[in-house]
C-alpha cells in the first residue's frame, strides 16, 4: 500500500502523511511541525548562553508565515533574523528584543511570504549531525531565510530600529 505525502504549506517541505493536525500558530503540515518539536528538544536542551533555540524559532516562523500566522510572528521572526545576520545578536540578545519590542504597542503589518520558500528546510537542519554541524546548520538556515525575505527588508530595518538605539 502505497504511503500518501503531505506537502508543508510553508517550506513546501513533502512527508509521509502522519495524520498529524495542523499547527495553530504557523502555516505548516502537522508533520513538518513535527520536526520542529524534535529541533526544539534540541535546541532547548542545549545549554549554551547563546540561546540557539530563538534562531531556530525565528527561521521556522519566518519561513512558514502566512494562512494562519499571526502578524506579529511573522515581524518579531523577521526582526530576529535581521538582529542575527545583519548585526550578529545572539539568540538571547534578539529575546531580549523581542521583549522589548512587545511591550510597545504596534500594530504590525501582514507581509506577504516570498513566492519560493528558502532552500533549506528543517529537514536537513534534522539531519545534519547534532553538535556543532547542526548549530552551523541552524546559523545557514537562519541565513537562508532571512535572504529569501529580500522583498521585506526594507521595513524590517526600520521596525528594529528601536531595539538597535543601545548599539
Not at 504596534?106 to 528546510?121: D, G, N, Q, Y
Amino acid at each position: 500500500m502505497k504511503q500518501s505525502i503531505v506537502k508543508c504549506p510553508g517550506c513546501g517541505l513533502m512527508l509521509p502523511n502522519q495524520y498529524f493536525a495542523e499547527p495553530s500558530r504557523f502555516h505548516a503540515s502537522g508533520e513538518c511541525m513535527e520536526l520542529f518539536n524534535q529541533l526544539s528538544y534540541y535546541t532547548t536542551s542545549h545549554g549554551q548562553p547563546e540561546f540557539i533555540h530563538q534562531l531556530a524559532l525565528d527561521a521556522y516562523g519566518a519561513q512558514h508565515s502566512g494562512g494562519i500566522t499571526r502578524s506579529i510572528t511573522t515581524a518579531f521572526s523577521l526582526i530576529g533574523l535581521y538582529l542575527v545576520v545583519e548585526h550578529g545578536f545572539t539568540g538571547k540578545q534578539v529575546q531580549q528584543a523581542h521583549m522589548e519590542l512587545g511591550r510597545k504597542k504596534i500594530t504590525w503589518p501582514e507581509l506577504t511570504p516570498p513566492p519560493t520558500s528558502a532552500a533549506i528546510t528543517i529537514q536537513e537542519v534534522l539531519q545534519a549531525e547534532a553538535g556543532e554541524s547542526r548549530d552551523a546548520m541552524i546559523h545557514q538556515w537562519v541565513h537562508e531565510v532571512w535572504n529569501s525575505w529580500s522583498h521585506a527588508h526594507s521595513w524590517v530595518k526600520e521596525a528594529a530600529q528601536p531595539v538597535l538605539h543601545a548599539e
